[in-house]
């Protein structure tokens, strides 16, 4: 994939949840969790673009396999309190 230009960026704060940048990082290690996240949300809006009207975004979420995050996210935090 080519490398977006820094004018189709913008540059805003995103406040994550404890933890999910430790997720992102480890499940996308060559590509850094910065980049994984604004990946996600890129193609998240891309899906909600389809629509006319607001959407129930449980359809999307319910796909997420949180047992397998949550896996991730517990080994993580036994590595950092090492």
């Not at 006319?52 to 991730?72: A, L, W, Y």
């Amino acid at each position: 994939m080519a490398k977006q230009s820094r004018e189709e960026l913008e540059k805003v704060t995103l406040n994550l949840y404890e933890g999910d940048r430790d997720i992102l990082a480890a499940f996308y290690p060559a590509l850094g969790w910065s980049v994984a996240a604004r990946k996600i949300l890129h193609r998240f809006c891309d899906r909600l673009r389809q629509h006319d009207t607001p959407v129930d975004i449980s359809q999307f979420i319910d796909s997420i396999d949180v047992k397998g995050i949550e896996d991730v996210q517990r080994a993580t935090r036994r590595e950092t309190n090492k």
